[in-house]
DNA sequence: TGAGATATAGGCCAAAAGTCCTATTGGCCA
DNA sequence: TGGCCAATAGGACTTTTGGCCTATATCTCA
């Protein structure tokens, strides 16, 4: 029996490089490509004998982790695996967290691309090795406290601790304690840092993506 | 005579698809691979009879355009083709006035690349047809010179005016200089105000990917 | 009840950031 | 060639930020 796989990237050159791939996994299998979300959506709702789908988490009209969920949801037993070029805890966890079987960072090597494929082919979940240092250094439960958050915001739109402490009516020694306790749980020096950071993290709403 | 080509990316897997597209072009043909920039310039330094180089911009140990420029100095007739998953008007235009002799999108065609390679082999020139475009409705002025962008980049994550100014081997009066004459551009108030007004503006790559 | 987390806030101090000047250099353009 | 601009940098100054310490008042959980 054939394998049936679904490639979905807008990179003409990525899809090219995971043909060649799995190619090298299965001379025999039939690959089917898509180039932004939607037409992956089509693809999918139309082959119901799809073995994989192979998704590129930055692509056009792919809402990030929401798609994943929205896939998961309509064909539950579909194996996906995420292909990205980011490797953050985040990017990673939220994966998984939404419904994904596996996870490969761009850079990571031919084979260790092919075992992934076949581990999650053969009904596994694959995570990139750095995940287990990762997810080590990078903490487990909700990083920031109400306060902070509401704080955060504003941090990231540029106020400054006069203006944070106005609009809660607090002073603004209280901003700076905040601010001291959010640098260190961050492990940032800076405020500029921290938006960063907490952006990375998915700390914050928005103002990221635009 | 088979022609020589340095490929160098981080991603195995559009080195895969660089190959693949290559060996459409020309069946004969030695194909080099680099994972990151020093390994290229070994290489380039060592095959002193490369007929091409194909570079990602976003590489490890690649600072962007002067990379470009550092290569162009001690290979002043040796090809380079930039791939980038970026389709900004300024990286196209800084790569080049760099001295880049092609910039292709990742996004392109598997035919439009081929055909940008073959006509970059040749001698020639090779810009996105979305260049003009781009450059049409991608503003006038701008907005921020070249090293302003440089600055704004590492504004985006953090880096304090020091570190700013080791990074370029500047002065930080200059980098402060800099910053003043962004924030009044950007007509805000601070250095966090400017990197969330310059994501807003698309002034800044990432914000949501890094 | 007592320990721990959270939110508040003050003082003190050092470092960083930001503004306003001026000034020089090199490129480009008309 | 003279004007403009980008990039560089220095001085002098004020404001902001951030670290560290202490000290309340709640609130929760064991």
Redo the contacts between chains.
Sequence with gaps: MTLKILVAD?????????R??LQGIEPDLCVLEAKDFSEAKKIIAKELKLDLVILDL?MPEMDGMHSIVELRHTRPCLPIVI?S??E?ASDIRNAINSGANGYIP?????EV?QNALRLVLSGGLYLPAQWAALSRTNNNGEMLTLRQQEIMEQ??????NKEIARIFAISDKTVKAHLSDIFKRLE??????????A??QGLLKS????
Excluded: F, Y
């Design positions: 807008d990179h003409p050159l990525v899809l090219e490089g995971i060649t791939l930055a292909v070029a980011s953050e761009k850079s990571s090597g031919n691309m941090l990231a739109i540029g106020k400054t940032v020096g800076n405020r500029t840092q921290a938006v960063h950071q952006k990375k103002a990221g993506n635009n």
